[in-house]
């Protein structure tokens, strides 16, 4: 039988991977589709990745916190085990604040749509635009380092047609 600490670290490496599996799922999806034009002249398509992004990331979202959230309320959890998993969720709480503050000053600078994914490490934003201007990233590029504090080096920004 494994001890309850090695049993807390099973499970919390099982929560990391299905956040990277399905973070890795999303990245994927756009780079296969990204050269992908719709047939007729509509923006279904475009509209859709973007929905189908936010979709995907609040359930995958969802599930981290339930399994974070077993892990604070299980009475065999030690508090090591409770004191990571209540410092992952913060985590994950606060990158959905600055993802949604970012994704709205994003769009508000003209943009028809962007998603946002905040990471410790970087910043990489998803713009609903053929192209952009340098003029334009770096208005992008100064929303992103003064909400979040970030080195430019560690911003990303993808226009998605």
């Not at 475009?46 to 309320?73: E, G, H, K, M, W």
């Amino acid at each position: 039988m494994l001890s309850k600490k090695k049993k807390i670290i099973v499970i919390v490496s099982m929560v990391a991977l299905l956040v990277v599996a399905g973070g890795l799922n999303i990245f994927l999806s756009l780079y296969n589709n990204g050269g992908d034009k719709p047939v007729s002249g509509d923006n279904s398509s475009q509209a859709s990745f973007f929905d189908t992004y936010r979709v995907d990331r609040q359930t995958t979202r969802d599930q981290t916190i339930l399994y974070l959230d077993a892990i604070i309320n299980n009475e065999a959890s030690s508090e090591d085990a409770i004191a990571n998993a209540e410092a992952s969720k913060l985590e994950v709480t606060t990158n959905m604040e600055v993802e949604l503050v970012l994704e709205g000053l994003i769009k508000s600078l003209g943009f028809e749509d962007a998603v946002v994914t905040n990471s410790t490490e970087s910043v990489n934003i998803i713009i609903k635009s053929k192209e952009i201007t340098s003029e334009q990233a770096a208005k992008i590029l100064d929303v992103v380092v003064t909400e979040t504090q970030k080195d430019a080096t560690n911003v990303r920004i993808i226009p998605v047609e």
